[in-house]
């Protein structure tokens, strides 16, 4: 598997990832909105390239995608909003998500974002540094169960960052 950053000739195999990792299990019509929130977040002033990757098998087919977008704490851009993250059916539970997370992690790091944020499984994210983020002054947009809404600091991240977290403004159209 090969992790690298999203290309133009990478948008439908990444709305085709989306659209198939939250595909819903009745098969109801239309798409996810994880298929459609990734269009929308490109179109976007919070839309950070470095941030949207894709993971390849061995024939260069995309087979996942996780991205970050520029987030609000307390009205400052000092946070990223991760999400969505969607691997292909056949390649779940094997190791994909979990390497796109760490390679969203570590762009991040190496760029001195201080603060990542989720809305997530709590069983999931913390074994990637994520805990509550209500532990770190990190108050959700919305009234979510703070077990979900969590957040992972940064070496650059700084006790001042407390506050209302916002993201990329297409989520406040879900």
Request: aromatic fraction near 8%; avoid cysteine.
């Amino acid at each position: 598997m090969l992790i690298r950053r999203e290309t133009p000739a990478d948008v439908d195999a990444i709305r085709a990832v989306h659209s198939a990792a939250f595909a819903k299990a009745d098969g109801g019509d239309g798409a996810p909105v994880e298929a459609t929130l990734v269009d929308a977040l490109r179109a976007d002033e919070g839309w950070l390239p470095p941030y949207s990757l894709v993971a390849t098998d061995s024939d260069g087919q995309v087979m996942g995608h996780v991205v970050a977008t520029r987030g609000r704490v307390g009205g400052a851009p000092v946070a990223l909003g991760l999400g969505p993250l969607g691997v292909l059916p056949d390649w779940q539970r094997r190791g994909v998500g979990s390497a796109l997370m760490h390679a969203v992690l570590g762009a991040a790091d190496a760029r001195d974002e201080p603060l990542v944020v989720l809305l997530g499984h709590p069983d999931y994210y913390p074994r990637f540094g994520f805990r509550p983020a209500v532990e770190l002054g990190v108050i959700p947009p919305q009234p979510w169960g703070p077990q979900y809404f969590m957040a992972r600091p940064s070496h650059a991240w700084r006790e001042s960052i407390r506050g209302e977290f916002r993201y990329a403004g297409p989520f406040d159209d879900l």
